[in-house]
């Protein structure tokens, strides 16, 4: 791997969109201009699964990553992050390619938030029944 100028990835997870810049440094992670440590403050987990492509392909001193996050909330934008750095590592080289889609990076997570429902308070919940 040698000298990278910058790369591009899109990351999406529920209603969160991430647009990730990946160009080579020494390891800093800046989201939506804040420190990752400042972003996630608070959520250890988040900021862990978010960086996880560049501990799995041992490239987490290798690139600095800016990444703008809009829509959703902190798990959304977490997960965004982490596909969007995947996107972009897999662009760098094909060996990571194959890593990232064994670890399941590389898919994006259909899940979404199911519709509320009319006649009933929330998506499935219903009200209490009433026999008499």
Known sequence: M?????????????????????????????????????????????????IEPLKVTNLLNKFDILANVSGGGKSGQAGAIRHGISRALAKVDETTRLILRKEGFLTRDPRMVERKKPGRPKARKRFQFSKR
């Open 2 to 50: 040698g000298e990278v100028a910058e790369i591009w990835g899109v990351g999406r997870r529920k209603t969160a969109i991430a647009r990730v810049m990946l160009k080579s440094g020494t390891g800093k992670v800046i989201i939506n201009s804040l420190p990752l440590d400042n972003y996630f403050s608070g959520l250890p987990g988040l900021k862990e699964s978010s």
